[in-house]
């Protein structure tokens, strides 16, 4: 269970936390990626004084993205350090990136909307199904990685001229 009991926190200063999220889940709908196995969470949270929690650990996981040349689905791993700091909002003093906010006397923080946002900043953003992929035509849209392009070179729009002269040099 990804939650932080405040009861537990209080009583042992340290709690180990492990949990995991399924592709079956949600919450990673709207992302550009997919989840190709469950994501795995080991988390320790700690008090760090006045009323200040922090959340360390890992996630480990795998996602599946679209090349961003050919367009071709590829996997890849998620293995990313998480560091979340929680303080009560009245103690911030203004917008801070950093930490997240947490309103007096709640009992607990359930973790999975946070960690959601972890495992997008730590997911490339784009990503290449090899350093030598040749991507899609720019005329016809054929994938030059499995087959030739069968349209003419005078066919494609002359505003890349220039960008062609570049690349036959």
Do not use: H
């Given at each position: 269970?990804?939650?932080?009991?405040?009861?537990?926190?209080?009583?042992?200063?340290?709690?180990?936390?492990e949990?995991?999220?399924?592709?079956?889940?949600?919450?990673?709908?709207?992302c550009?990626?997919?989840?190709?196995?469950?994501?795995?969470?080991?988390?320790?949270?700690?008090?760090?004084?006045?009323?200040?929690?922090?959340?360390?650990?890992?996630?480990?996981?795998?996602?599946?993205?679209?090349?961003?040349?050919?367009?071709?689905?590829?996997?890849?791993?998620v293995?990313?350090?998480?560091?979340?700091?929680?303080?009560?909002?009245?103690s911030l003093?203004?917008?801070?990136?950093?930490?997240?906010?947490?309103?007096?006397?709640?009992?607990?923080?359930d973790?999975?909307?946070?960690?959601?946002?972890?495992?997008?900043?730590?997911?490339?953003s784009?990503?290449?199904?090899?350093?030598?992929?040749?991507?899609?035509?720019?005329?016809?849209g054929?994938?030059?990685?499995?087959?030739?392009?069968?349209?003419?070179?005078?066919?494609?729009?002359?505003?890349?001229?220039?960008?062609?002269?570049?690349?036959?040099?």
């Open positions: 269970m990804l939650r932080v009991d405040f009861c537990d926190l209080e009583r042992y200063r340290s709690v180990a936390i949990g995991r999220i399924g592709p079956d889940e949600g919450g990673f709908e709207d550009p990626f997919v989840l190709c196995r469950p994501l795995e969470f080991v988390l320790t949270a700690s008090w760090i004084g006045s009323g200040q929690v922090i959340v360390r650990g890992t996630c480990r996981g795998a996602v599946r993205q679209d090349c961003r040349r050919c367009l071709d689905p590829v996997e890849g791993p293995d990313a350090e998480i560091t979340m700091v929680f303080v009560p909002l009245d003093e203004e917008e801070d990136g950093d930490t997240i906010g947490l309103d007096s006397g709640v009992g607990e923080i973790l999975k909307p946070y960690l959601r946002d972890e495992v997008i900043f730590a997911t490339s784009f990503v290449e199904c090899s350093a030598d992929c040749r991507g899609l035509c720019a005329g016809c054929e994938n030059l990685n499995t087959s030739e392009c069968t349209c003419a070179s005078g066919g494609m729009d002359p505003r890349w001229d220039a960008l062609r002269a570049l690349q036959n040099r």
